[in-house]
Each structure stands twice: as structure tokens, then as C-alpha cells.
């Protein structure tokens, strides 16, 4: 059973809208209300980035959810990684992912960032996590706006796990 809009036209599947709403909680549980996501093309052909906008449509509407991009890595809490890791990006990925704030997240999004595509060479390390600590893999080529709710679901548990593995007391380590 689908929802329609006004005009008719389908809004979301139940499936859908289980999903969305599982994600809303537990994006609100763990960051009060939002979760800022900086994706990072690691030289991919550009299909997991047309799924990736599909999500801020109104179809999907990310917004809703607590989930929003941000171009800058400084205020991002998730690392949202597409493409093969080629050679020359790899400092520049090292970077990104050590300007932002922690406890931080990388998903890894689509066969090429899971090595499936290339293999390791000259010009690709073939996957994201030979300069990356992945977190989440979201397989699919690319990958459809649904399993990237999933994903990022998976994504918000596993921050959970590690919000709650800091000791906020002086002297203590983790």
C-alpha cells in the first residue's frame, strides 16, 4: 500500500515509511535533532551522487529526517565515501576525514567504494577503507535511495555504540 499525494501520484511505500521514521528516532535520540553528512567522490562515474541528491528530493526529503549535507568536513559527523579510492585523492580523503569532529562515521557507498569494480592498481587502491576506517558498506551500483536510508540507519546505530564508549571524565581514557 503506497500514500498518495494530492494529485494522485505515490508518496512512499509502507516499507518506506517504516524506514524513515525508524531513522527520524534514532537520528533525534542520538544527535537531538539533525545528523550533517559531507559526501566525498572519490573518482566515480557520478550514478551513486545522482542517488545520493535523490534523497533531498521531496520524494525521499532528507530534511525531514534530521539528515543534512554539508559541504564542509568541520561540521560534518558523517563521511559519506563514493568511487574507487584512486592514488591521487588519498590525502586529500586522509584530510577530510581528520578535519572532522568526532566521534565521526564513514559509509563507504556503491561497488566501487567496496572494491567490487576495480581492482587495486598503479592509479585506485580499489576500495575506501585501504585510506579510510569504514564504518558502514552501502553495496549497489549504485546503490537505490532506500538502501541508502538503510545504510545510514546501520550509520546512526553504529555512532551510538561509539557516543557511548567515551568517558567525559577528566583523566579517563577510552
Not at 17 to 23: P, V
Not at 25 to 51: K, M, N, P, W, Y
Not at 144 to 172: E, I, M, N, Q, Y
Amino acid at each position: 500500500m503506497s500514500t498518495t499525494t494530492a494529485g494522485g501520484g505515490p508518496v512512499t511505500t509502507e516499507a518506506e515509511a517504516a524506514a524513515a521514521e525508524q531513522l527520524r528516532s534514532a537520528v533525534a535520540r542520538q544527535f537531538g535533532r539533525s545528523l550533517h553528512i559531507r559526501t566525498l567522490d572519490t573518482g566515480s562515474c557520478a550514478a551513486c551522487e545522482q542517488e545520493i541528491r535523490m534523497l533531498a528530493a521531496p520524494h525521499y526529503d532528507l530534511h525531514r529526517l534530521g539528515l543534512f549535507f554539508t559541504p564542509a568536513p568541520r561540521h560534518a559527523d558523517l563521511l559519506l565515501v563514493t568511487g574507487p579510492m584512486l592514488r591521487a585523492f588519498a590525502a586529500a580523503a586522509r584530510k577530510t576525514y581528520e578535519a572532522m569532529p568526532g566521534p565521526k562515521l564513514v559509509v563507504a557507498t556503491g561497488a566501487c567504494a567496496l572494491g567490487g569494480v576495480y581492482q587495486p592498481d598503479a592509479f585506485s587502491y580499489g576500495s575506501a577503507d585501504q585510506v579510510l576506517p569504514v564504518d558502514v558498506w552501502i553495496p549497489g551500483c549504485p546503490p537505490s535511495p532506500l538502501a541508502l536510508l538503510h545504510g545510514l540507519l546501520v550509520a546512526v546505530g553504529r555512532l551510538a555504540d561509539k557516543v557511548s564508549g567515551l568517558s567525559f571524565v577528566a583523566g579517563a581514557s577510552s
